[in-house]
Antibody, heavy 119, light 110 residues
Framework: EVQLVESGGGLVQPGGSLRLSCAAS????????MTWVRQAPGRGLEWVSY????????HHADSVKGRFTISRDNAKNSLYLQMNSLRAEDTAVYYC????????????WGQGTMVTVSS | QSVLTQPPSVSAAPGQKVTISCSGS????????VSWYQQLPGTAPKLLIY???KRPSGIPDRFSGSKSGTSATLGITGLQTGDEADYYC???????????FGTGTKVTVL
């Protein structure tokens, strides 16, 4: 079964750091680009970050550029999001999603992990 | 903040049809495939339509998609109470080098 499972969310103070992880199974992880997408409470979907299979191409949304870093370990079938200098507006459910390049589609999603930035 | 524009809500009676529009630009919809996602309350989004009009395995043919120029449309026929959800369009934006999603549309079955 193709599956993505996020972990690492929690409560953090403004200015703090958190590292999210996403464990992939059921498919050839290294062959796919991966992304992080977030959803603030009561709001819509916001794309956050992208990394291709070979890690040669990385993109971040302007709202997180310079603060968040996406990475992956293909040997461990894992995707990561290092989040620094967190702000209240970063509070959201964070989803990892597989990106199918040929179709420009986010075809597999994890269940999400909640990040709350508050003092 | 969203690059793609959708109506906030649509509604219809059971068995009827609804359509949801998604408006973008040449840098996103105009030059890339459009996909659609269904998000049931309290759950993660799920791929509903990809490559403008294709359905993943398990998605009923009551759901359909189309694209023309810089706009796309999702159609749902034979509306059921289980279709009540938020629906998002999505694609890649080549100018932004970023994934983009629509503002989201809430479907209500009257």
């Amino acid at each position: 079964e193709v599956q993505l499972v996020e972990s690492g969310g929690g409560l953090v103070q403004p200015g703090g750091s958190l590292r999210l992880s996403c464990a992939a199974s059921g498919f050839s992880f290294r062959a796919y680009s991966m992304t992080w997408v977030r959803q603030a409470p009561g709001r819509g979907l916001e794309w956050v970050s992208y990394i291709n299979g070979g890690t040669s191409t990385i993109h971040h949304a302007d709202s997180v550029k310079g603060r968040f870093t996406i990475s992956r370990d293909n040997a461990k079938n894992s995707l990561y999001l290092q989040m620094n200098s967190l702000r209240a507006e970063d509070t959201a459910v964070y989803y990892c999603a597989r990106f199918e390049e040929v179709a420009d589609a986010f075809d597999i999603w994890g269940q999400g992990t909640m990040v709350t930035v508050s003092s | 903040q969203s690059v793609l524009t959708q109506p906030p809500s649509v509604s219809a009676a059971p068995g009827q049809k609804v359509t949801i529009s998604c408006s973008g630009s040449s840098s996103n919809i105009g030059n890339n495939y459009v996909s659609w996602y269904q998000q049931l309350p309290g759950t993660a989004p799920k791929l509903l339509i990809y490559e403008n009009n294709k359905r993943p395995s398990g998605i009923p043919d009551r759901f359909s998609g189309s694209k023309s120029g810089t706009s796309a449309t999702l159609g749902i026929t034979g509306l059921q109470t289980g279709d009540e959800a938020d629906y998002y369009c999505g694609t890649w934006d080549g100018s932004l080098s970023a994934g983009v999603f629509g503002t989201g549309t809430k479907v209500t079955v009257l």
